[in-house]
């Protein structure tokens, strides 16, 4: 499974950005798929996560009610809506694929990874 991570800029605070996550998976409904990110000298944290059909998604406190992950099996991709944004979001933006259908939050569970796609918040 590859996976491309794209749509990643600069945006001002307050402001929207949305990042897409194409996979290469056939057929891409067996996979559950994350969004973590990683910010300069912090550890990677989990955003969010879709199941397998969309219709069950988990976030971090930190972004909960300002992200919306969203997919489309039928074309291979995954979105992160992000509005609000905040300079603390700031952080290179990775998708990841994993076996289990269900969402989760734990990196050690995701197989496949995508090679980021970097998002600066200004304020």
């Known amino acids: 499974v590859q996976l491309q991570a794209s749509g990643g800029g600069l945006v001002q605070a307050g402001g929207s950005l949305r990042v897409s996550c194409a996979a290469s998976?056939?057929?891409?409904?067996?996979?559950?798929v994350g969004w973590f990110r990683q910010a300069p000298a912090k550890e990677r944290e989990f955003v969010a996560a879709v199941n397998w059909s969309g219709g069950d998604a988990i976030y971090a406190d930190s972004v909960k009610g300002r992200f919306t992950i969203s997919r489309e099996n039928a074309k291979n991709m995954v979105y992160l809506q992000m509005n609000s944004l905040k300079p603390e979001d700031t952080a290179v933006y990775y998708c990841?694929?994993?076996?289990?259908?269900?969402?989760?939050?734990?990196?050690?569970?995701?197989?496949?990874w995508g090679q980021g796609t970097l998002v600066t918040v200004s304020s």
């Open positions: 990841a694929a994993t076996g289990e259908l269900s969402a989760s939050s734990r990196a050690n569970l995701y197989d496949y």
């Open positions: 998976a056939r057929p891409f409904s067996r996979f559950a």
